[in-house]
């Protein structure tokens, strides 16, 4: 449990934060809020606010890392791509979120925070099993 004392650190502090996040997102092909709401809980911020606040970020961080993957792409993968970007891949993820933003802002609304915190830790469990089960079951 962080002390009671802790708040968010200096801009500089923070803007460091949220570019390895960010780093860490693009390279282990994971949205920033996995990383950004345990900081943002690290530092007493209220977990709504921290999951309003990484929802937020989520947007920058998915373009810059798109971005990256647009630019600094070895091949062509053909017609519906620019680098390592699928089009429509992109237009359907957009697509969903847009479609169930709204019942995530609800359920985080309406969510007792334990209950919150709790299905947030599982959502990390479930994804740090399925990024462990990649690597060790992914040829090499």
């Not at 993820?93 to 847009?98: E, H, M, T």
């Given at each position: 449990m962080p002390k009671a004392s802790r708040q968010l650190p200096s801009s500089s502090v923070i803007a460091l934060t949220g570019g390895g996040i960010g780093c860490i997102s693009a390279l282990?092909?994971?949205g920033g809020g996995t990383m950004t709401v345990p900081f943002l809980l690290w530092c007493n911020v209220h977990l709504r606010n921290a999951i309003a606040?990484?929802?937020?970020?989520?947007?920058p961080i998915a373009i810059t890392g798109a971005?990256?993957?647009?630019?600094?792409a070895?091949?062509?993968?053909?017609?519906?791509?620019l680098g390592y970007v699928v089009w429509p891949a992109v237009l359907s993820l957009a697509a969903g979120s847009v479609l169930t933003a709204p019942l995530g802002a609800k359920l985080a609304h309406?969510?007792?925070t334990?209950?919150?915190?709790?299905?947030?830790?599982?959502?990390?469990?479930?994804?740090?099993?399925q990024m462990l089960m990649k690597v060790v079951f992914t040829p090499s």
């Amino acid at each position: 449990m962080p002390k009671a004392s802790r708040q968010l650190p200096s801009s500089s502090v923070i803007a460091l934060t949220g570019g390895g996040i960010g780093c860490i997102s693009a390279l282990v092909a994971i949205g920033g809020g996995t990383m950004t709401v345990p900081f943002l809980l690290w530092c007493n911020v209220h977990l709504r606010n921290a999951i309003a606040t990484s929802a937020a970020a989520g947007l920058p961080i998915a373009i810059t890392g798109a971005t990256g993957y647009a630019i600094h792409a070895t091949s062509d993968l053909g017609n519906i791509t620019l680098g390592y970007v699928v089009w429509p891949a992109v237009l359907s993820l957009a697509a969903g979120s847009v479609l169930t933003a709204p019942l995530g802002a609800k359920l985080a609304h309406k969510l007792p925070t334990e209950k919150l915190k709790k299905y947030f830790a599982i959502f990390l469990l479930f994804l740090s099993v399925q990024m462990l089960m990649k690597v060790v079951f992914t040829p090499s």
